[in-house]
């Protein structure tokens, strides 16, 4: 049974930072293609970022700069640095898998590739 459980989440200031995690079990964690996706409310999902087995990684454009995407595969464990963060940046994060496709074919972050997600966890910045 695959699980992805994200933790990290929570409140921070504006400028300040937070780190994410997300456990992976179920599945051979160093052939998927892992990312990172967030939603606010009223809006849609959107990729924050992405990295393959072989740590190519790719971000949002609103996140380029101020995000840090990483993995573990001795772990299998994900990770996501925010830093500078922005109040623009409150969502629920959610950790994702996608294990359809061959980690090397890369990802535009179209959260319908990826079959696998966690539970999400909640980040709120306040001005």
């Known amino acids: 049974q695959v699980q992805l459980v994200e933790s990290g989440g929570g409140s921070g200031q504006a400028g300040g930072s937070l780190r994410l995690s997300c456990a992976g079990s179920g599945y051979t964690y160093r052939r998927a293609y892992m990312a990172w996706f967030r939603q606010a409310p009223g809006k849609e999902r959107e990729g924050v970022a992405g990295?393959?087995?072989?740590?190519?990684?790719v971000y949002a454009d609103s996140v380029k700069g101020r995000f840090t995407i990483s993995r573990d595969n001795a772990n299998n464990a994900l990770y996501l640095d925010m830093n500078s963060l922005k109040p623009e940046d409150s969502a629920v994060y959610y950790c994702?898998?996608?294990?359809?496709?061959?980690?090397?074919?890369?990802?535009?972050?179209?959260?319908?590739?990826?079959?696998?997600w966690g539970q999400g966890t909640v980040v709120t910045v306040s001005s």
């Open positions: 994702a898998a996608r294990t359809r496709l061959p980690t090397w074919a890369g990802s535009n972050l179209r959260a319908s590739d990826f079959n696998y």
């Open positions: 990295a393959n087995d072989e740590r190519d990684v």
